[in-house]
């Protein structure tokens, strides 16, 4: 199944089940007031609101209970290792660089707090004394297969080991350790391709940031969902208009923090969840939803480049695979950044690599790789799990979907400081949170002991300033051959698009 098609699924089924725990609860609550007293109809339905938004509003779509299913990519080896008494050390004399992404596969098996509060693995680097720790965190009552993101610590893996504690679980057995050796990517030449402003920043801010080349494409205004403008006094065409000025002004200004100049970025001004219906009409104009637009042009105003398609400014599909071809083969990249195809669900992101990869059909210019990222999960919407500055452990995968090659990059905390500030520049991550979501979150961290980093409100905030960078490697030989593990999921959103013009 296509991602995007799982994440309506999941959410359907999620709904349905909150919606008959409510009509339990109040046939309950009825059944008290009538054989009892209704005096206690109130308190307990305020009880157990508390309990849910303390403990069961995530939104999680799939048992904790059960494994992770990753197979790894023959790029990725498997290190011998000696694990006792919670200590970790490399068995023997093995070539280990810093830069090598470590991935330790640990089978956890959760405490009855652990069903409270989040579960953790502590990473101590070196000796029992030393500072440099981690801490990466799971879903509420985990149990079995778990990946934790050790990239960065080889210095300490070949000199003293790692000790392994756990907060509120345990681990059993002895783990796996996996080394995936990479070039350095950031010595290329890099594209990297938001969907909308801010999923350059979210998804590899560190990684432009270090960047020897790079130049930043984003794809669509983002000018829909403009509630917040609309408060401004503005109706809803001045406020989908407004917003989508400021985003596009945001996909190119905002980069230069990380060094990337406005000259090496793009913003094409397509519109926010249409591209898949675009690409089921590849000749139409397609408007947008709620600015009163057929024309691109007025996003691309900040632009530093002309494009052959500002001639008609056309929303089309056809003229999304032509601006792409023609940068493409301008600054020839080495390194292509996009989304994951089955990780991320959002329909603009899955539309936004189908996209590039039908480009790259009319291009002379080929890439040599493809590095993926997920900025939004579809099993689970708290994923990188624990708090800022944290590492990344291994989204979710219940499933078995083919041989997976990760690549992570290690930020220092002025790096991580830096993509804060980023995020805080970015018109979307600084819209102030709802009183629902604002109360929800002071309950969890009364209740359920979860903190909020102070650089912003939004939740990303959160999830995107980490220890690490993750991504997924594929080679543009099996990509354009068919022979990717990715190869399936193209095929599937295909079929999807084409049968109902959505890509959902």
């Given amino acids: 199944m296509p991602a995007s098609s799982r994440k309506q699924a999941l959410l359907k089924r999620h709904r349905r089940h909150k919606r008959l725990s409510l009509v339990l609860l109040l046939f309950f609550c009825v059944a008290l007031g009538v054989f009892s007293s209704f005096w206690w109809v109130l308190p307990l339905l305020a009880l157990a609101w508390l309990f849910h938004e303390a403990w069961f509003s995530d939104h999680l779509f799939y048992t904790p209970d059960a494994d992770y299913a990753y197979a790894f990519g023959a790029q990725v080896e498997r290190l011998p290792i000696t694990f006792s008494e919670g200590r970790l050390t490399l068995a023997g004399e093995l070539?280990?660089?810093?830069?090598?992404?470590?991935?330790?596969?640990?089978?956890?098996?959760?405490?009855?707090?652990?069903?409270?509060?989040?579960?953790a693995i502590r990473i101590h680097a070196g000796t029992d004394t030393d500072t440099d720790t981690d801490t990466q965190s799971f879903e509420r009552g985990a149990q079995g297969l778990r990946y934790l993101n050790l990239t960065g610590s080889s210095k300490a893996l070949r000199e003293n080991g790692w000790r392994l504690s756990g907060r509120h679980c345990r681990v059993e057995g002895t783990p796996e350790l996996w080394r995936a050796a990479h070039p350095d990517y950031r010595q290329k030449r890099l594209l990297i391709i938001?969907?909308?402003?801010?999923?350059?920043?979210?998804?590899?801010?560190?990684?432009?940031?270090?960047?020897?080349e790079c130049w930043i494409v984003t794809l669509s205004a983002g000018e829909i969902e403009a509630g917040h403008y609309r408060r401004m006094g503005l109706d809803g065409l001045e406020a989908a208009r407004l917003k989508g000025r400021l985003r596009a002004w945001d996909s190119l200004a905002?980069?230069?923090?990380?060094?990337?100049?406005?000259?090496?970025?793009?913003?094409?001004?397509?519109?926010?969840?249409?591209?898949?219906?675009?690409?089921?009409?590849p000749e139409d104009a397609i408007a947008s939803r709620e600015a009163g637009l057929c024309d691109t042009r007025p996003f691309r105003c900040f632009n530093r480049k002309c494009l052959k398609s500002d001639g008609d400014g056309a929303p089309s599909w056809n003229n999304l695979l032509g601006d792409l071809a023609e940068f493409i083969t301008d600054i020839a990249p080495?390194?292509?950044?996009?989304?994951?195809?089955?990780?991320?669900?959002?329909?603009?992101?899955i539309a936004a690599?189908?996209?590039?990869?039908?480009?790259?059909?009319?291009?002379?210019?080929?890439?040599?790789?493809?590095?993926?990222?997920?900025?939004?999960?579809?099993?689970?919407?708290?994923?990188?799990?624990?708090?800022?500055?944290t590492g990344v452990s291994l989204p979710p995968l219940m499933e078995n979907i083919g041989p997976l090659t990760p690549w992570s990059l290690s930020l220092d905390m002025a790096r991580q400081r830096d993509k804060a500030m980023a995020l805080a520049m970015t018109h979307d991550l600084t819209t102030p949170l709802s009183a629902k979501r604002r109360l929800?979150?002071?309950?969890?961290?009364?209740?359920?002991?979860?903190?909020?980093?102070?650089?912003?409100?939004?939740?990303?905030?959160?999830?995107?300033?980490?220890?690490?960078?993750?991504?997924?490697?594929?080679?543009?030989?099996?990509?354009?051959?068919?022979?990717?593990?990715?190869?399936?999921?193209?095929?599937e959103q295909t079929q999807t698009v084409n049968k109902d013009g959505l890509g959902l």
Wanted: net charge negative.
């Fill in 334 to 349: 080495q390194v292509i950044v996009l989304p994951h195809p089955y990780f991320d669900p959002h329909p603009d992101h």
């Fill in 353 to 389: 690599r189908q996209a590039v990869l039908e480009a790259l059909e009319k291009t002379a210019w080929q890439p040599e790789t493809l590095l993926h990222y997920a900025n939004h999960l579809h099993d689970n919407d708290r994923w990188p799990m624990g708090e800022a500055h």
């Fill in 440 to 491: 929800r979150r002071a309950i969890q961290r009364l209740f359920a002991g979860r903190s909020h980093p102070p650089y912003g409100e939004n939740e990303f905030f959160r999830k995107a300033v980490r220890r690490h960078e993750l991504f997924w490697v594929e080679s543009w030989t099996e990509a354009a051959g068919g022979e990717s593990t990715y190869a399936g999921f193209r095929k």
């Fill in 95 to 119: 070539p280990l660089h810093d830069d090598d992404t470590l991935i330790l596969a640990v089978c956890l098996k959760s405490k009855i707090l652990g069903r409270f509060f989040d579960p």
């Fill in 194 to 212: 938001a969907p909308h402003a801010d999923d350059a920043e979210l998804a590899a801010f560190g990684l432009y940031s270090q960047a020897k």
């Fill in 254 to 281: 905002v980069p230069a923090w990380g060094g990337i100049p406005a000259e090496r970025c793009l913003q094409l001004g397509y519109f926010c969840l249409q591209l898949s219906v675009m690409r089921a009409h």
